[in-house]
């Protein structure tokens, strides 16, 4: 018993390590989590669009699409009233609640929901603290969220906002802020996760050797060190990514975190490949082609049924080429605002580059967003 609590033990530190060094991984571990903490039958988490909106995006124990990519507006629902108040809010009934608006009644009959807790989600400072995002629990029955729930919840939280944080400094515009802050957690990934790796794989070891008679406790071990292994390998490579901060190197970095988003929200297999070595850009190049990726996958979740999609970056013509190819069936999106910035108005801004954007559709019913940049600005 001894053995299998230590074991359990390393297991948990494992699946922390994991969430620690990937946004969306956390985001989900996050649902997750407030199920396991409380006893909740479902568990999600809202990013927010804008101060004034948020979307559910990650969800954990529902059992239909009814809140999945819902959009809250503040004010509205419960997690309206949580962007409205910057507090926690909890009703016992959601649809019979006085203290709400019922905007969202039918999506939450529709997933058997009664009673409700929401959460912000706050990323604090030295001089101002603003939710970032809204947690919620959920039970499918009127029921009491006491007060060691919201505790509990609001440390869930907290976490939550530390890895958002770490987010929003990775995704930062400005050159000089990245540099800075991939610096710093190169140093502290090195310090703290690298010597806690080493730790867990040091107790592996000594575990093994003791557990050789209990075949079920040596399975799941076997387990544990193929997934310290590769922790190991993910952590080398954050390392070397953190450590070679030049364009060409962070622009495939941030493309492949957005399809692995993309893949994770929608559960539509999609994959990042790079054919070969781009040239080195400007920031408003990067900025560029990190949009045309962002508005190519939101067009294919809100307009395509898709069964998979490749996003390939590759120097083109003597530029670079970037291309975020889907199989749906669906007719394509019409040029227009999506995520603030629609086709028509990417193809602008790449004019202004000496460069085009353009949208498709391909012969076998799928959709193509296409962006070709030159790799020097026409003089």
Known sequence: MERSNALDGLLRERDALLAVMDRVVALHGTARLIREAIGADSGFVAD??????????WLSGTRTHELQNLIVPIGQGIGGRVLALGKPVRVSDYVSSPTITHQFDAQVR??????????????????????????YAAMRKAADFGDDAVRTIESIADHA???????????????????????????????????????IGVQVRDLHESIRDNPALDHRLRRLESDVSAASSALRESLLALSESTPERALPVELAEHVRSFEARTGVPARFVQLAPVSPMDAERTALLISVVREGLLNVEKHARAFSVVVSLGPCDGGVQLVVADDGTSEPAAPGPSTGMGVRTLAERAARLGGRVSLVRDDDDGCTLRAWLPNVEPR
């Open 48 to 57: 927010l669009n804008s101060p004034d909106q948020a979307v559910i995006r």
């Open 110 to 135: 529709g997933e058997g929901l009664g009673a409700m807790l929401a959460v912000p989600i706050v990323s604090k400072s030295e001089d101002s603290e603003r939710t970032v995002a809204v947690a």
């Open 161 to 199: 906002a530390t890895a958002l944080h770490i987010a929003t400094v990775a995704e930062s515009n400005r050159a000089d802020a990245i540099t800075t802050e991939r610096q710093r957690m190169r140093s502290a990934l090195h310090d703290s996760v690298g010597a806690l790796l080493f730790s």
